[in-house]
């Protein structure tokens, strides 16, 4: 539950938060159990998962005013009716392409929380197509598996490659659970260095230049 509670963490007070692809509904019960008027809408595009997610929330939260909805991304929401946006355990060209279909809904969105299964560099050098910026960056390690967590702000920022690469708030900060993040990220380039034939030299060229980065900031 470690990144459930990181994720809450990051959701400001009195917030309107659409929780996509919330599985089981672990994080509006958090939400709620918190008391600080905070209003979720719990989605899933499986009406299996919204109804584990009901039976959590009756049982965990009886009086909770969560919504439960069934559907795809945005699609749920009319556009003023949330102003920030969760989306954990999905993939992040999933994530990525529903704030993209749904961009028309983040007009009144003043925050954006993602927590990719993988691919957060992808997400990072994505964000000026729906007018976001990294505000805030975090990792959690549960179950022997590294979560980063992103918080987005409305507005556009220039990042360098390195920033893409390790994240432009995260770089600047340090933990143990930070520091083996990035170390397991290395040691999986390495092992696809190693094991990538000669013929792709300008593959193995470009993961080179990560390794030489992330030991130079390890």
Do not use: W
């Not at 390495?190 to 993961?207: C, G, T």
Request: net charge positive; charged share 30%.
């Amino acid at each position: 539950m470690e990144r459930i509670k990181k994720i809450s963490s990051l959701v400001d007070d009195n917030s309107k938060v659409i929780d996509i692809g919330c599985d089981h509904g672990y994080l509006g019960i958090e939400l709620i159990r918190q008391n600080r008027n905070i209003s979720v809408i719990s989605s899933d595009i499986s009406c299996n998962a919204l109804s584990f997610a009901r039976k959590n929330i009756n049982r965990e939260v009886p009086e909770a005013k969560i919504c439960l909805r069934v559907g795809n991304g945005l699609d749920v929401i009319d556009k003023n009716e949330i102003n920030t946006i969760v989306i954990a355990g999905l993939g992040a060209h999933t994530q990525i392409e529903i704030l993209i279909n749904g961009k028309e809904k983040l007009e009144y969105v003043d925050s954006i929380i993602l927590s990719p299964n993988s691919s957060e560099f992808y997400i990072r050098s994505n964000l000026e197509k729906i007018g976001f910026y990294i505000y805030d960056e975090d990792v959690v390690l549960e179950n022997g598996k590294f979560y980063p967590i992103l918080k987005l702000k409305r507005g556009i920022k220039k990042y360098t490659y390195q920033e893409l690469l390790l994240g432009p708030i995260l770089i600047n900060k340090s933990s143990k659970v930070i520091y083996q993040y990035y170390k397991n990220i290395l040691d999986k380039k390495l092992r696809i260095y190693d094991n990538l034939p000669d013929i792709y030299n300008d593959k193995k060229e470009s993961i080179l230049s990560d390794i030489n980065i992330l030991k130079k900031h390890l």
